[in-house]
């Protein structure tokens, strides 16, 4: 559960998110005491700060947020309708997300699960805030994740099929929401997971059409590219766009 309240001491207000760990299996309230842990280590314009967190009589967890009055980025898709978004607008909202990433992976940490419903917006649209680090992974300098975490729609191939993956797995995500922030749908969808599985393994997705701009579309070939070792890393992204 998210609240809305008003810090006493500094007036501003803070989202605090409290998770209930009492009836939590061994596994559940490791992934919340590791989102506080996440967060603490990240200090980023464009990832939620985390203010504090502590433990409410053994029972629930509260970790004290950076409050984004402007909604998850999701929902303001959704209300556009059909109305794609200007390009500059497109490639504004990417380019926060990728320096967020940038930040992100060279502490050698996985978000795992990025997608339109992480990624917070303030009050004029305009600043993009990478959020819910809940099931976000710490590496060592060379090592590999091998858990099956993340949302179907949004996970890379190797993932999929089992494989160890690394932050080119955040990269897919990335250009998964490419792909949302294009087209207003998502790149991998079906009548079931198993369905969407299926297409995600296979690469396969729908054209975004020839009124997409061309940049942004070749862009998104490069991150959707089912074999890792050629996506672009989130620094490789920013020297050269």
Not at 60 to 73: K, N
Not at 151 to 177: F, H, R
């Amino acid at each position: 559960v998210v609240c809305l309240y008003r810090e006493r001491s500094s007036g501003r207000p803070v989202a605090i998110k409290h998770i209930s760990v009492q009836q939590m299996s061994r596994e559940e309230r490791e992934q919340s005491l590791n989102e506080a842990r996440v967060l603490a280590m990240l200090h980023h314009p464009n990832i939620v700060a985390c203010h504090h967190s502590f433990l409410e009589d053994d029972q629930s967890l509260a970790i004290v947020m950076e409050y984004a009055p402007g909604g998850t980025l999701h929902d303001y898709l959704r209300r556009r309708g059909q109305a794609p978004l200007p390009e500059q607008q497109v490639l504004s909202f990417l380019g926060q997300i990728v320096l967020a990433l940038e930040h992100v992976h060279s502490r050698q940490i996985l978000h795992r699960d990025l997608k339109s419903q992480n990624l917070l917006l303030d009050r004029h649209r305009a600043l993009v805030k990478v959020g819910d680090f809940g099931i976000s992974k710490v590496l060592s300098s060379r090592s590999k994740a091998h858990s099956l975490v993340g949302t179907p729609n949004n996970i890379s191939p190797e993932i999929c099929v089992g494989k160890p993956y690394n932050q080119k797995s955040d990269i897919w995500a990335l250009g998964c929401v490419l792909y949302e922030l294009l087209t207003l749908r998502n790149p991998f969808e079906g009548s079931s997971v198993g369905d969407v599985l299926m297409k995600v393994m296979r690469g396969s997705y729908a054209s975004p059409g020839e009124a997409c701009p061309a940049g942004p579309r070749r862009l998104l070939g490069r991150l959707l590219q089912r074999e890792p070792s050629l996506r672009p890393s989130a620094r490789q992204l920013l020297a050269h766009p």
